[in-house]
T-cell receptor, first 108, second 116 residues
Framework: TQLLEQSPQFLSIQEGENLTVYCNSS?????LQWYRQEPGEGPVLLVT?????EVKKLKRLTFQFGDARKDSSLHITAAQTGDTGLYLC????????FGKGTRLSVIA | DAGVIQSPRHEVTEMGQEVTLRCKPI?????LFWYRQTMMRGLELLIY????????DSGMPEDRFSAKMPNASFSTLKIQPSEPRDSAVYFC??????????????FGSGTRLTVV
């Protein structure tokens, strides 16, 4: 099983700040997904990146897949309290293997 | 579709008791996955099914855990006997394809199990 390391583990920021979280592996993935999990709920898919170097935007969230398809980043611009949650990356390793996540807290 | 439905949402049981968790996947999804989530270990795959057939149960911690999928619309995860270290949130997820190809897995809301 391929491992995915996410950093930071915890992040607490003020509303309006920008942030970046990372997902790294020593292995190559055919695709990588990002999920957000809110308290008491299951993870919900945000985006899938497939091509090395690919950048996808979802409103204030920007996702990038590394050129070598071993790593990915998620950048949030002007964070809002509604962005609070656990952000998980998952590699398509038949089946999905998940990182432990970055727990983001956005404070008003 | 109502999504993936899990029951119960919360379960508190005493050590040694049998626990059964239930899952109804999305209609038409051929794959069903059981994951366990803890702070220490994150989301771990326990077992998955394709067309009701168990494909890989290598993630099942030990013989106390068993899972069945008697038909396309129902699956159970049973722990017998339960132990305090089984306390975790158990998720069921379903998917149309094995390779996600952008579609992802749809997760239920989970069952929070506490064994005292």
């Amino acid at each position: 099983t391929q491992l995915l390391e996410q950093s930071p583990q915890f992040l607490s920021i003020q509303e309006g700040e920008n942030l970046t979280v990372y997902c790294n592996s020593s292995s190559v993935f055919s695709s990588l997904q990002w999920y957000r999990q809110e308290p008491g709920e299951g993870p919900v898919l945000l985006v899938t990146v497939v091509t090395g170097g690919e950048v996808k935007k979802l409103k204030r969230l920007t996702f990038q897949f590394g050129d070598a398809r071993k790593d990915s980043s998620l950048h949030i611009t002007a964070a809002q309290t509604g962005d609070t949650g656990l952000y998980l990356c998952a590699g398509d390793d038949t089946p999905l293997v998940f990182g432990k996540g970055t727990r983001l807290s956005v404070i008003a | 579709d109502a999504g993936v439905i899990q029951s119960p949402r919360h379960e508190v049981t005493e050590m040694g008791q049998e626990v059964t968790l239930r899952c109804k996947p999305i209609s038409g999804h051929d794959y069903l996955f059981w994951y366990r989530q803890t702070m220490m270990r994150g989301l771990e795959l326990l077992i998955y099914f394709n067309n009701n057939v168990p494909i890989d149960d290598s993630g099942m911690p030990e013989d106390r855990f068993s899972a069945k999928m008697p038909n396309a619309s129902f699956s159970t995860l049973k722990i017998q006997p339960s132990e305090p270290r089984d306390s975790a949130v158990y998720f069921c997820a379903s998917s149309l394809y094995f390779r996600t190809d952008g579609n992802g897995y749809t997760f239920g809301s989970g069952t929070r199990l506490t064994v005292v």
